[in-house]
Structures are given as C-alpha cells and as structure tokens.
DNA sequence: AAAAGGTGCTTAATCGTGTAAGCTGAGACG
DNA sequence: CGTCTCAGCTTACACGATTAAGCACCTTTT
C-alpha cells in the first residue's frame, strides 16, 4: 500500500462538524475577536474534529492567501564550524515563541550557494532572513530588501546594504589579544591570518597590525602568512614561517585568524619539535569548544555567537513586528580575552 | 520607504511578453514536451522578460497546486554535535543536482519539539524526511507515512516503523573496540554507557558485554555507570570509579559510549592525577572531529555520518522516485577501529 | 408593531500556479 | 472549394486556505 492519502483538509472538517469552511478558519486562527463571532459550542465541535482526523492546515495554501510564510530563513557558510550551530541555537531562542520558524541554509561557503539561496528564499516567500556571507553583496541584498524581506546581517560586512547588523567588534578584539601576547614580553609575533578578501580576515590582521604599532614594534611582512580559516594548508604555512629562517629570527608567537587554525597550528608545530607555550606561544579566536579540549588549552577570544545569534534573531522579529524602522541599527556584541595554556 | 513591493508573478512576465499566463508557466517548466508547443521565438521571449523582471515562481502556489513541495526534512538531535552537519552534509550531496531541497530541523534532542517537528512536516507537506529521533514512536512515524510522506530513519530505532533505515552496527562496533582493549592485555575495563533507554546506549553496552563474555571475563555491574551521551556529569561518574575502591580493583581502561563522554573522562582522570594511556586507557565512539585534536588522540569507532547522510538521501530519493517499493530496506553502514594515542 | 441592533453563521472572492481541454488560423488534401 | 490536421495559443478550473461582506434570526428599543 503506497497508502497515497488523502489528507484532511478545512473542507473535510467542516462537513464532519456541520459548519462552512470558513467556521472552520476563524476557530483555527482564532480570529473570534473582530466582526466575526463563533459560539464556544461550535468551537468545541470544530476542535473535537480537528482532532479526530489529525487536520493540520497546509501552510502552502495559508501563505498564498496571507502573503506571509511566518518562515525565517538562516544561512550560515558552514555547519561544520561548531561556531554557527552555537548561533543557529541563539536564533532559534529568540524565535522561540513567536509564530516563527526557521530554516537553515548551509552554503558551504560557496558564492553559487548563497546565490541560489538568496533565490529560494525568494521563492518561498520567507518573511525574514539572517544573513552570515561572505560572498554576497549589496544588490543580492537589495533583491531580498526589495522583496519586502526583512533582513539582518551578522558580522559587518553588510553594513553598506542598509540592513540591521550584529557584529563583534573583531578589530580591537584582535588588538586585545596582539597586546596581551606582547604584554607577556613577545616581540616576534607572527600572524596566520584568514583571507584577505573577506573582512574577518581583514579586520583581524588590522587589529594586529595596530597592536603591534601602539607598542613601536615593527611590522614585518616574513611574520604573515595567509590561510583559509580552514585546517587545510596550515602546517605547510607554519612550516615556511619556522624552517626558513635563524632560530633568533624566528617568531616567539603566533596569532592565529581562527581556533581551527590555530589548533592545527598546534600540531603542526608539535611536528617541528617546538612545544606550545614554552617555545612559542599561539593564539586563537572565536573559541570554538574544542578550543578548551585540546592540548594546551587554547588561548583564544571568546565571540559569544549564541547571543549574536539571539540579537540577530530579536532585531529580525523586532522588524518584522513594528514594520520598517527608520534607521538600520548596527549593534556590537562584547568579546572576551580567554587565557588558557596555550599563551 | 518600507518598500512593501508588487514582487513580479506570472501575470506579469504574460502581460509584457504579449501572451497568456498559461503559457508563461509552461516556458519556465518545460513543458513543451506533451501536447502543448510553444514556439521556440515566444520560448524566448517570455525568458527575455523572466530574466528582465526578476521573476521567480512561488513555490508555495506552486506546491499547492503540484502537491508537492520538493523538500526534504531532516530532523536531528544536535546540531551542536559535529556528528550531525557532517551527515546533513552526506544528505546534502546525495541531493544536489535533483531537484529537491532539504530543510533542517534541530530538535534539540527534545521529545516536544521532535513531534512539533512532525506537525511541522506534515503542514508544510514535505516529500521526504530524513530522521535521527531518539524520542519518536512507531505512532509518530505512521502519521508521516500515513500522509504518503516517503520516510528513512537513521540508526535502527525506527526499524519497527516500516521505514527504511541507514545505521552503525553498533552492538559488533562496541564489541569490536572492547576487543582491542583486551587484546592490549586490559582485564578490568569500565563502561561509561549511555543512556538506557535509547538504542546507542543499549546496542553499545550490549557490544561490551559480548567481548567480556568471549574473553572469559566477568561482567561486574560495578564497572558500569550510565552518563547521557554529553559531557556534563561526566567527571562525577568517573570520580566514584576510581575514588572509591582500592588501586588494583580500579579499571585499567575506560570504554566510553561516544567521544564528548570520553574526551571529558580524559580531562575527569587528568583531575585525579591519573594518567591516559599509562595508567588508564580510555576509548570513545563516533569519531568527531575533536577525537584527534585532544592530547591524548581518541582511540574510538568511527562511524562514516556522512556516508550514512548520503545513503540515506540517495535511498531517500529512490523512493521519491519510484513510488512505492515492496519492502522497507535496512543499510548497514562499515564501520572502522580507529587507533590513536589514548588506548 | 416596526425599526434597530447584535449574534452566529454562510457566501464568495482571492492568493499564484499547473494543466487539461478548447480554440484559431494556415497549409495539406481530397 | 470544403474538410482535416496540426502547431501554437488561450480559457478556465483546481489546489487549500483567509477574510470581507452579507444574511437570517432573535432580542431590544421606540
């Protein structure tokens, strides 16, 4: 039996409760508040039968009449990262309660996928979007504005857009732990930075680079090496920072773009003989939870992506509720120096 | 300006392009296939003015009509656990280039929101589901088949259901690691089990019991204690099996049910001044990411999620396919006895 | 007793799409 | 010259819901 149903919908409950269609919406939405008014007796009746035939109104059909999908579409650029699971929960806090729901877009961090993604919100008509991209720009974002969905960017990229944003203020969280690393006597401070062309990988490399000249150290274009916020690549980058050059030349530090780098750095350093602290320190940021497993802890900065996640998710529903505000609002999310073993 | 726009349909794309709506949708579908032809000059012109106004079809009209939505629903326990972006990301391959698209839903291993999620999925009338459910029941189960909503089960819970699964054989998995740890000369090995009421918990308390047996050892209740699969508590449990008795009743090897209980045993052990694997051995389950980055490295099981995401996608999608099979199909994904440093 | 007002329904239009069935005009054919 | 065929459209209904407007009946007011 392929058991291809036929499901219940507001025409079958309302024949078995005797009453129109319409009876049926009303009690459902219950929208008994305005002109329209339904006895408690047949309220009962309606609901006794929705229950009885497992009726569950078919959204589709809903969100065409209503032009709202009461959908909230979330797209991250990697699920794999334990960072954005963490803000997804932030989001899905906020929402909890309201009459919203969300969907996940997982781009893998590919431009194609958040342009397809940017579309198929489109098509689905959702109500509301957070946006964490590295790809997409402002008039992938004026499609979705445009549209008449509201959107909320996380981290500053979008800022030109005109959207809400949530951010961490990446570039004096960067100085922050630069200076700690120098505070503690490093001067040969290296930095394994993320990509240049986006602006986590900028901004941190800024905040480096202003580290480093409030203290009158020099910077040195030997001691960066670029990565991909990915573990991939990271050993052979270290690798070129420690073989080549004199022992004395040889940074005493290490600023990582990312825990996941910074952990990988860890290990590729383990294989070049050098022991994390002692010989060099490392350091990381975001503070992933493996960041407090590994060996030596890892000294990182704490982004707290769960309350990102809650802040993004409040302002998109804030939005949605009041209609347009006037002003995109940006606001900034505090960090926290995290020291561990590892520096 | 709120910008509540008139986003384009296909009265619209019809109206500039000079012909019926009719045959707008039929463009864009297609269907110039049966007994409907559109010339190939109109083909062109009504693309020319989809591209030009931005269309895009709005799939929930669409579904509507078509009463069928494209999607997929995959529910998962823990997003938070890398364990399960890996296998949406199996699930994720096996769809792309078809013409279906998965959603996520995160039921933070909640029985509440696992049947909400169920509401959900009928009410948005999904084609197919993917589940990881610790909590549903047959009954749950029957309401998405019974609404033709083709449905596969990871891990063999659902078995009973009638749906397909994809799963670990577990039970010969936990025998396989305990095996190892008596082949490395282990006599009193500790279990820190799962839950009791779920089937991983079971089927892995289950595998140790058969390696003791076959070795000849004795199964001694108080070398197990039950945890529930994530780390907090963790520390208590292996604090009143090494506390309590005299050194050489203590365990020589702990076999934890998955790789979050194990690395926090490590650390629990690290406390107690014991340690891994010179005095204690410890071993965990699933192969996260993590298992190899913490000092000591995690002897564990490794189980292929997203191998398991893509079988049962690619399963999935047979069915969607073809209609209905004859009998439900049960997978076993290979497992893997992965050796590191800490056993 | 007629008018007014309120309660509790029903009727019917509408959202944007897919698709079967009908229509039209031009060329082929007897 | 009338009929047939067929390519290439258009017409019209259906999907399942929301919601404004209308209607019947009963009670209260004038």
Same mark, same amino acid.
């Given at each position: 039996?392929?058991? @291809?149903?036929?499901?219940?919908?507001?025409?079958? /409950?309302?024949?078995?409760? &005797? /009453?129109?269609?319409?009876?049926?919406?009303?009690?459902?939405?219950?929208?008994?508040?305005?002109k329209v008014r339904i006895s408690e007796r047949t309220r009962r009746?309606?609901?006794?039968?929705?229950?009885?035939?497992?009726?569950?109104?078919?959204?589709?059909?809903?969100?065409?009449?209503?032009?709202?999908?009461?959908?909230?579409? /979330?797209?991250?650029?990697?699920?794999?990262?334990? =960072?954005?699971?963490?803000?997804?929960?932030?989001?899905?806090?906020?929402?909890?309660?309201?009459?919203?729901?969300?969907?996940?877009?997982?781009?893998?961090?590919?431009?194609?996928?958040?342009? +397809?993604?940017?579309?198929?919100?489109?098509?689905?008509?959702?109500?509301?979007?957070?946006?964490?991209? =590295?790809?997409?720009?402002? @008039?992938?974002?004026?499609?979705?504005?445009?549209?008449?969905?509201?959107?909320?960017?996380?981290?500053?990229?979008?800022?030109?857009?005109?959207?809400?944003?949530?951010?961490?203020? @990446?570039?004096? %969280?960067?100085?922050?732990?630069?200076?700690?690393?120098?505070?503690?006597?490093?001067?040969?401070? %290296?930095?394994?930075?993320?990509?240049?062309?986006?602006?986590?990988?900028?901004?941190?490399?800024?905040?480096?680079?202003?580290?480093?000249?409030?203290?009158?150290?020099?910077? #040195? #274009?030997?001691?960066?090496?670029?990565?991909?916020?990915?573990?991939?690549?990271?050993?052979?980058?270290?690798?070129s920072m420690f073989a080549a050059s004199a022992p004395e030349q040889r940074p005493t530090a290490?600023?990582?773009?990312?825990?996941?780098?910074?952990? @990988? +750095?860890?290990?590729?350093?383990?294989?070049?003989?050098?022991?994390?602290?002692?010989?060099?320190?490392?350091?990381?940021?975001?503070?992933?939870?493996? +960041?407090?497993?590994?060996?030596?802890?890892?000294?990182?900065?704490?982004?707290?992506?769960?309350?990102?996640?809650?802040?993004? &998710? #409040?302002?998109?529903?804030?939005?949605?509720?009041?209609? %347009?505000?006037?002003?995109?609002?940006?606001?900034?999310?505090?960090?926290?120096?995290?020291?561990?073993?590892? +520096?």
């Amino acid at each position: 039996m392929p058991s @291809e149903n036929h499901r219940p919908t507001q025409e079958d /409950v309302a024949r078995e409760a &005797g /009453v129109s269609r319409a009876v049926v919406s009303y009690v459902i939405n219950n929208r008994s508040g305005g002109k329209v008014r339904i006895s408690e007796r047949t309220r009962r009746r309606v609901l006794e039968v929705v229950q009885r035939l497992g009726y569950q109104p078919n959204v589709n059909a809903r969100s065409l009449r209503t032009r709202r999908s009461q959908l909230i579409a /979330v797209m991250v650029p990697d699920l794999t990262n334990p =960072f954005y699971p963490l803000m997804i929960r932030g989001i899905q806090a906020a929402v909890e309660g309201s009459d919203y729901h969300i969907v996940v877009y997982d781009s893998d961090d590919s431009a194609a996928h958040e342009r +397809a993604f940017v579309d198929m919100m489109l098509r689905r008509h959702v109500d509301g979007v957070v946006l964490v991209s =590295f790809h997409l720009d402002v @008039e992938d974002v004026r499609r979705l504005t445009q549209a008449g969905i509201q959107t909320v960017g996380i981290g500053g990229r979008l800022r030109a857009a005109g959207i809400d944003t949530v951010a961490t203020r @990446e570039r004096p %969280a960067a100085r922050e732990i630069v200076r700690y690393l120098i505070s503690r006597g490093h001067r040969r401070i %290296a930095h394994l930075a993320g990509p240049q062309d986006t602006p986590p990988g900028q901004l941190r490399i800024q905040g480096y680079h202003e580290a480093l000249e409030e203290a009158g150290l020099r910077y #040195e #274009e030997a001691l960066v090496r670029y990565g991909t916020f990915k573990p991939a690549g990271v050993a052979q980058l270290i690798d070129s920072m420690f073989a080549a050059s004199a022992p004395e030349q040889r940074p005493t530090a290490v600023f990582a773009a990312n825990d996941l780098m910074a952990i @990988e +750095a860890i290990r590729a350093l383990g294989r070049l003989g050098m022991r994390v602290p002692e010989d060099v320190a490392v350091c990381g940021f975001d503070n992933i939870p493996a +960041a407090e497993l590994v060996t030596p802890s890892l000294t990182t900065i704490g982004q707290d992506c769960q309350r990102m996640g809650r802040l993004a &998710g #409040e302002t998109l529903l804030e939005r949605l509720g009041a209609g %347009a505000r006037a002003e995109p609002r940006h606001v900034s999310v505090p960090y926290l120096l995290i020291v561990r073993e590892s +520096a």
